[in-house]
């Protein structure tokens, strides 16, 4: 039997939908909505790239295919690209006709070139002379100036032109590229503005200005326009002696891939339009006519520029386990029971100092660390690079490849070999998303000493800023088997080796999808036999073919499940006779549900494993990932309680799946709203 699965892209969209749909909300703060505007926006940017730029691949290479779902590659990329079309012109309605209106009721306007009066025309024009004029390159097309190849996501203008320059060359058309050092939103004086928070975009400066890059000729229309790239790298794994050499070699051919998708503003001539698709290959489908700013990313700041309280999310300080209050070191808390950490409600610096105590501490005598993401300010790379420096045994497991902060990791590769750290690359050909920092210890006794291990697992990035945007478990412990699993897995991701059998841990490409399988047969058994079957699953996303299918088989067989898929699900919750006894459902909010639970009730003994991977053929076979147990009785029971059951009990922010792959928002109806971020946060 075939089992059906769910369009990935089509999935992708619904949740970007369903991202979108926090700013249409009225009950979200002003401020807060424009923020999902310009996630939302964020999010599409990397559909394109990596997802859309893979089926244009999939459609050159195989032309008559047929994604996993079962439709042909063509119809599949007209029918995602009309969605994304709708979700595109829905965004923007909502951007001009709902946000901007009450943006300007609460004192913050945006000022088009065509509303400035005397003043602030007079400021404008300074400032685009003195700041904007000295860095811009127009480029004149002709023979010699061939259109230029403009760099991924860059903002571009189009500028139409007549007349005879000094060279007596009729002119028709120039490109400008607006600098990525340039700012694109700028303050208006206050004294000028007639709002409390006054903005105007570089496109209006460009706009109002753009006469004076051609100086004697008529100007007959200034057009924006973005070309987003393919910016999947490629690294030949036959042709490689040296990873990081390969990566900075390949790194600048991102900013130049095959054009993926154009966007225009929406005043653009249909006859520069259908020259810029043809220029980039494109055809009117991958066109996208936009009413306002392309690229509303570029807004992103602005939240942060406006000092209105009342218009943002209540500020949440992260809280600090009572256990790290008394000042002990964070070693003497782990010697006394596990530490189990949920981020960010609760606090990321028992981590931070659990790193910086083990860089100034005598008897540490090794570190060893994985680092996936962790942002170009960092201070657990400092801590890593003192205790290097202290002469401490740093190891630093570096993922070269991870996507879109490859420029980032490869500097810290740098830095960390100039101060003595080891750092390696992990396994080629597998990506390293595994979270671990292992630390080792002399423990000093009344008549002895010995060498203790002591573990950090999570199922996110060392990353202080995400640790206070993704919700995330992290869990310090020193439990031998747990211990001595991390170590084995170091030593194969630094050395050579056959796989050794581990202990605790579920480990890909190895042992992790094999055990979630047998957890899911365990739960059929129970089923069959007249017991309890039951699973409660959360990730990001739920993909891989034959987990789906023994999810299918689970549901025949009477095991209850509870699917929390944030994102992409391509399984279909709710059919009869195939899935009936599945339930689907995603949770958006201010923060991002990033950790990975899966519990299986285990005939009462409640099994619960916390993961860096979801359920993707790429966590479970192309990369290594773990899965670690919560052994603590009470921990466990923080893990149910507050990664699943209340966010199974949520009736006011979650979304159901329908059979279909479309969602439905849970209304409380009559009952008392539940929001489960909003009520973690007051548990904490």
Request: net charge negative.
């Amino acid at each position: 039997m075939t089992f059906p699965l769910l369009n990935r892209e089509l999935g992708v969209l619904a949740f970007n939908e369903r991202v979108l749909a926090q700013a249409e909300d009225p009950t979200v703060p002003l401020l807060e909505r424009l923020r999902f505007v310009c996630i939302t926006s964020s999010n599409l940017d990397e559909f394109s790239e990596i997802r859309m730029s893979g089926l244009q691949e999939q459609i050159r290479v195989a032309v008559d295919g047929v994604t996993p779902d079962g439709m042909s590659l063509q119809h599949a990329y007209s029918t995602i690209s009309d969605r994304a079309q709708k979700l595109v012109a829905r965004q923007y309605a909502l951007f001009n006709e709902v946000l901007l209106p009450a943006l300007n009721t609460e004192g913050i306007a945006f000022y088009q070139e065509s509303e400035w009066d005397e003043q602030q025309t007079a400021w404008a024009h300074e400032f685009f002379k003195t700041e904007l004029l000295p860095v811009l390159t127009p480029i004149g097309l002709d023979p010699a100036h061939p259109f230029p190849r403009v760099l991924n996501k860059s903002l571009n203008f189009a500028v139409k032109l007549s007349g005879k320059d000094a060279f007596g060359r009729e002119t028709e058309l120039a490109i400008v590229q607006a600098p990525r050092v340039l700012p694109r939103l700028v303050r208006m004086p206050e004294n000028l503005s007639k709002h409390a928070y006054g903005f105007v975009l570089l496109s209006s400066f460009m706009q109002r200005f753009v006469g004076e890059l051609f100086p004697g000729l008529s100007i007959g229309g200034c057009y924006q326009f973005r070309v987003t790239r393919n910016s999947d790298l490629f690294v030949d794994e036959d042709e490689v002696t040296d990873l990081r050499l390969a990566l900075q070699g390949e790194l600048p051919t991102r900013q130049l891939g095959n054009a993926v998708r154009l966007e225009v503003a929406d005043g653009t001539p249909a006859s520069l339009v259908q020259r810029l698709l043809n220029q980039n290959g494109l055809t009117p489908g991958d066109c996208y006519r936009v009413n306002g700013a392309v690229n509303l990313v570029r807004l992103m700041p602005l939240p942060d520029l406006v000092d209105r309280p009342d218009l943002k999310f209540t500020p949440h300080t992260p809280v600090l386990p009572k256990t790290f209050v008394t000042g002990a070191s964070v070693f003497d808390v782990i010697d006394q029971s596990d530490v189990l950490l949920h981020h960010p409600y609760e606090s990321f610096q028992p981590v931070l100092e659990l790193l910086q105590q083990a860089a100034i501490d005598p008897d540490v005598l090794a570190i060893k660390q994985t680092i996936y993401r962790t942002g170009n300010d960092s201070p657990l790379m400092s801590a890593l690079m003192q205790a290097a420096k202290n002469g401490k045994e740093v190891t630093v497991v570096l993922e070269l490849m991870a996507r879109f902060d490859e420029e980032t990791n490869i500097g810290w590769a740098a830095k960390l070999e100039a101060v003595g750290a080891h750092v390696v690359y992990g396994v080629f050909g597998y990506k390293t998303h595994a979270k671990m920092l292992l630390i080792v210890r002399r423990k000093r006794h009344a008549k002895h000493t010995k060498l203790k291990r002591y573990v950090h697992l999570g199922t996110g990035n060392y990353h202080p800023k995400t640790a206070r945007l993704y919700t995330d478990f992290g869990l310090m412990t020193n439990d031998d088997k747990i211990c001595e699993d991390v170590h084995n897995v170091f030593q194969q991701l630094t050395g050579f080796g056959k796989q050794v059998p581990l202990k605790r841990l579920w480990q890909s490409p190895f042992t992790l999808h094999a055990n979630v399988l047998n957890a899911i047969q365990k739960e059929v058994d129970a089923a069959k036999a007249g017991k309890q079957g039951y699973i409660i699953a959360k990730m990001n996303a739920l993909l891989e073919p034959t987990v789906i299918e023994a999810l299918y088989l689970a549901s025949q067989a009477g095991v209850k499940i509870q699917l929390l898929i944030r994102g992409v699900c391509a399984l279909q919750p709710g059919v009869p006779g195939l899935s009936e006894n599945i339930k689907v459902r995603s949770i958006i909010g201010r923060f991002l549900e990033h950790h990975r639970v899966f519990y299986f009730y285990a005939d009462g003994e409640e099994h619960v494993m916390l993961s860096s991977a979801d359920w993707m053929d790429r966590n479970l076979f192309r990369r290594i990932e773990t899965a670690f147990p919560i052994q603590d009785s009470k921990l466990k029971r923080r893990v149910i309680e507050e990664s699943l059951l209340v966010h199974l009990q949520d009736n006011a922010s979650a979304w159901d799946m329908d059979s279909d792959g479309s969602y439905r928002k849970a209304d409380p109806g009559d009952a008392t709203p539940l929001v489960s971020q909003t009520d973690l946060l007051s548990r904490f």
